[in-house]
């Protein structure tokens, strides 16, 4: 007797069922480590608007595992009430995780996150659902040393053409009262500290490898906002001076280095400064303060002028400066994401070094960007 032909999703999945019984049965999806590449993000996160001296909430989330650890689960609720679904799968062939996400709102689209050591990268497009407009957006997740993520989010409207950096925000964990273990109430675990990685060489350095600790530091911004710019709040008028303190160089292995990303919402006549990366080295009784300010910039022409200074208790320790730098000239071999790494460093006598550091104390770096 001919059976009717099986159509539709669901004949198929008990097609494969069939195909498979009696043979040995796989490992599931909880006990395969490439379905736990995700598990640093998994918990409940406050969202904060940065830079501030005092982070606005903005939202929540919690990220946890679904479908028998096969899949991961977003649900993120925002002040303005809006709210925002993701589900996720682990692709095997691409070794990426693709999520389908919607909001409250009826946007959709699809997510594709790699994570990457420490670094989870996402790309997608999202269509809105009010104006038909198809986005394309591209996002950078690194982990801070208190535990939390930071992230660089970028949008397109022109279908990937251009980008344009949004407002920086962060991902810090929810701590529940102490109290709520007393009253039996349920308590998020903490999240995951980032694992420190050693920079083994001076060269790897350069090119702004993943940095020993991404440190908070309240960035303070003396310049004009540009008032014609599209990005709010963020486009800056040249010449550009921000300050920010130093993270705990003196407490970390030779060879390793500190980085903020605090600079990276700040445009300056289309230049930004994705990340700035700090490290010593020492030369006998010298300590080599080497910071790696990366400047990033789509314009063929641009230049700038670099200033910066190391401030203690708000006094000059040191400076460096660099003139004409030519950002454009070799716009094509740069990092698209990060832009082109310029090294600056600092000499001071150990002496200096060790002041300058004891007890916890952070110095601050003055850092004056001009484009020409």
């Excluded at 994570?115 to 407009?133: F, K, M, S, V, W």
């Amino acid at each position: 007797m001919i059976q009717p032909r099986a159509r539709g999703l669901a004949a198929l999945l008990l097609v494969l069922a069939l195909s498979t019984s009696g043979t040995v049965a796989a490992a599931t999806c909880a006990e395969d480590p490439l379905y736990h590449t995700l598990d640093r993000w998994l918990g409940e996160w406050r969202i904060v608007a940065l830079p501030d001296a005092a982070p606005r909430e903005i939202g929540r989330t919690v990220v946890r595992t679904a479908v028998g650890g096969c899949a991961i689960e977003e649900v993120r609720q925002l002040a303005d009430g809006s709210a925002q679904r993701a589900l996720g799968a682990f692709d095997a062939a691409s070794r990426s995780w693709r999520h389908s996400w919607v909001n409250s709102d009826g946007d959709s689209g699809v997510l594709e996150m790699i994570p990457a050591e420490d670094t989870l990268r996402i790309t997608g497009t999202i269509h809105l659902r009010g104006t038909g407009q198809e986005v394309a957006l591209r996002s950078t997740i690194t982990p801070r040393l208190d535990g939390g993520f930071d992230e660089r989010l970028e949008i397109s409207t022109d279908g990937g053409l251009t980008f344009e950096l949004q407002p920086a925000t962060a991902y810090l964990p929810v701590v529940e009262p102490a109290s709520a273990e007393a009253t039996g109430a349920p308590v998020s675990p903490p999240a995951p500290t980032p694992t420190a990685e050693e920079i083994p060489t001076k060269e790897t350095l350069a090119s702004a490898p993943p940095p020993v600790a991404a440190a908070p530091s309240a960035v303070r911004l003396f310049s004009r906002p540009k008032p014609e710019a599209k990005v709010r709040d963020t486009a800056m008028e040249s010449p550009m001076t921000v300050e920010f303190e130093l993270g705990p160089l003196a407490a970390l292995p030779a060879g390793s280095s500190w980085r903020t990303t605090e600079l990276a919402p700040y445009l300056v006549e289309d230049v930004s400064i994705p990340m700035v990366t700090a490290g010593r080295e020492e030369r006998r009784d010298k300590v080599i303060v080497e910071l790696i300010v990366n400047l990033l910039t789509r314009s063929t022409g641009a230049k700038v002028d670099l200033e910066t200074t190391l401030l203690a208790d708000g006094s000059a320790v040191a400076s460096a400066a660099g003139e004409n730098i030519a950002l454009g000239k070799l716009i094509g071999s740069h990092d698209p994401e990060v832009g082109r790494p310029y090294r600056l460093s600092f000499e001071l006598d150990s002496a200096t070094f060790a002041a300058l550091f004891a007890a916890d104390r952070r110095p601050t770096i003055r850092l004056t960007l001009t484009v020409r």
